[in-house]
């Protein structure tokens, strides 16, 4: 199970940390995603860590605002969010594939696509407005 927190309304320039705590599974074997999913929008990957806490930035919009991080100790990845603006108005979903091999990559060898994430927690609503 994944849950997540820290959305929120915030002002344009400010900043949010999103947490997604996991229960259930083997959490320091998996690579994680954040995904989110804007108005109207499909859903787009933002950032994958994967089990050794290297990560991939797949938004060329939120790359130097972005940070993905984890805490295997308290089964918990993070998403920190620097600098928002309107765009980034999205509900944010923490994702997990479906092996514990714990890289970011998917079975072509490029990143995990988002169907290749398996287990989803809820999703955060982040709403960027002044």
């Known amino acids: 199970q994944l849950v997540e927190s820290g959305g929120g309304l915030v002002q344009p320039g400010g900043s949010l940390r999103l947490s997604c705590n996991a229960s259930?599974?083997?959490?320091?074997?998996?690579?994680l995603g954040w995904l989110r999913q804007a108005p109207g929008k499909g859903r787009e990957r933002v950032s994958c860590i994967n089990a050794e806490g290297a990560a991939s930035n797949y938004l060329d919009s939120a790359k130097g605002r972005f940070t993905i991080s984890r805490d295997d100790a308290k089964n918990t990845v993070y998403l920190q969010m620097d600098n928002l603006n309107p765009e980034d108005t999205a509900v944010y979903y923490c994702a997990a594939p479906a092996l514990p091999d714990g890289v970011c990559a998917g079975r072509t060898g490029g990143p995990l696509r988002i169907d290749e994430y398996v287990h989803w927690g809820q999703g955060t609503q982040v709403t960027v407005s002044s």
């Open positions: 259930g599974f083997s959490f320091e074997y998996y690579a």
